[in-house]
């Protein structure tokens, strides 16, 4: 079974269009997360999600959004994409209680944007 | 805020050698640390973590440990393998709440036989 799934893998689209990626987990985990991967393998948080509470990490343009349905789910929406946009990303999810804090990664979509 | 620098690569080795891959970080507190193995074209797996000082990660043939006098927490193995050729991020969280994971830029790790 697999812990953290996002689809798809690969997105391919033009400038101006809306699209969205979205993520699942099993691991019954409380806090999702996205991150952003550039082309230089440089990963940065974009934003987390716990028990209804978003934190949003102030760098991201307000294009970007995440929704959540539940706590399994954390899908991201992009308004207006642009060039810069193109990048991998990733979701994670982790379990923020004890003390290890340790998140577990989704394969990744490829966002190119043409 | 808090950071990670670790080594620039590409590291180049031949099979079976020793390998160190140095990671320093800066952060307030007491941070959890890791390491992440992303193999080409796939996501992040992880490696292995540490969470106080003096504590010793490990996994796979893969060691780390944690030394707050030192800010450090390097990566090393006896005896590489081809196998073994990816990317390697040192990564820190505080935790407490959904705080993220502050990466290193990655050290792209080539093993020739």
């Known amino acids: 079974d697999t812990a953290v799934s996002q689809t798809p893998k690969y997105l391919v689209t033009q400038m101006g269009n809306d699209k969205s990626i979205k993520c699942e987990q099993n691991?019954?985990?409380?806090?999702m997360y996205w991150y952003k991967q550039d082309s230089k393998k440089f990963l940065k948080i974009m934003f987390s999600?716990?028990?209804?509470?978003?934190?949003i990490n102030e760098t991201v343009p307000n294009r970007f959004s995440p929704k959540s349905p539940d706590k399994a789910h954390l899908n991201l929406h992009i308004n207006s994409l642009e060039l810069g946009d193109s990048a991998v990303y990733f979701c994670?999810?982790?379990?923020?209680?004890?003390?290890?804090?340790?998140?577990?990664f989704g394969p990744g979509t490829r966002l190119t944007v043409t | 805020g808090d950071s990670v620098t670790q080594m620039e690569g590409p590291v180049t080795l031949s099979e079976e050698a020793f390998l160190t891959i140095n990671c320093t970080y800066t952060a307030t507190g007491y941070p959890s640390l890791f390491w992440y193995v992303q193999y080409p074209g796939e996501g992040l797996q992880l490696l292995l973590k540490?969470?106080?000082?003096?504590d010793k990660g490990s996994n796979k043939g893969f060691e780390a440990t944690y030394r707050k006098e030192t800010t450090s927490f390097h990566l090393e193995k006896g005896s590489v393998q081809v196998s073994d050729s990816a990317v390697y991020f040192c990564a820190l969280t505080k935790g407490g709440g959904a705080d993220g994971l502050t990466f290193g830029k990655g050290t792209h790790l080539i093993i020739q036989p």
């Open positions: 691991l019954g985990h409380d806090t």
């Open positions: 540490a969470t106080k000082a003096d």
């Open positions: 994670a999810s982790s379990q923020n209680s004890g003390r290890t804090y340790e998140q577990y």
């Open positions: 999600y716990n028990n209804k509470e978003l934190i």
